[in-house]
């Protein structure tokens, strides 16, 4: 079993910066592929980043590329997402997503992740 939890949520104003972090426990972190979806009111889940633990290769949604990063620390077992010049339409609740089975272009589907956290809301005013 893997725990997340999403923090960095909140309120903001159109073009400012926004770091959300999900914290993992209960396995081995660096073994984990991990992956960053996100949820507007009435909408599916989507993706938006993921990032695999071989090789580091890093999937980006095109709606954020350019804008959003994410990153790893496996010393802390955490995960960021770094979102910049943040828009109204980026506003949802984001979750954490964890998978040890896949590693590629499957990262950037919701089916392959065991393990998702409880979500924080972002909410990004005009």
């Known amino acids: 079993q893997v725990q997340l939890v999403e923090s960095g949520g909140g309120l903001v104003q159109a073009g400012v910066s926004l770091r959300l972090s999900c914290a993992a426990s209960g396995r081995t972190f660096s073994r984990y592929s991990m992956g960053w979806f996100r949820q507007a009111p009435g909408k599916e889940r989507e993706f938006v980043a993921a990032?695999?633990?071989?090789?580091?290769?890093?999937y980006y949604a095109d709606s954020v590329k350019g804008r959003f990063t994410i990153s790893r620390d496996n010393a802390k077992d955490t995960l960021y997402l770094q979102m910049n010049s943040l828009k109204p339409e980026d506003t949802a609740v984001y979750y954490c997503a964890a998978t040890q089975r896949y590693t590629g272009v499957q990262l950037i589907t919701l089916t392959p992740y065991e393990y998702w956290g409880q979500g924080t809301q972002v909410t990004v005013s005009s």
């Open positions: 990032i695999s633990w071989i090789s580091y290769t890093i």
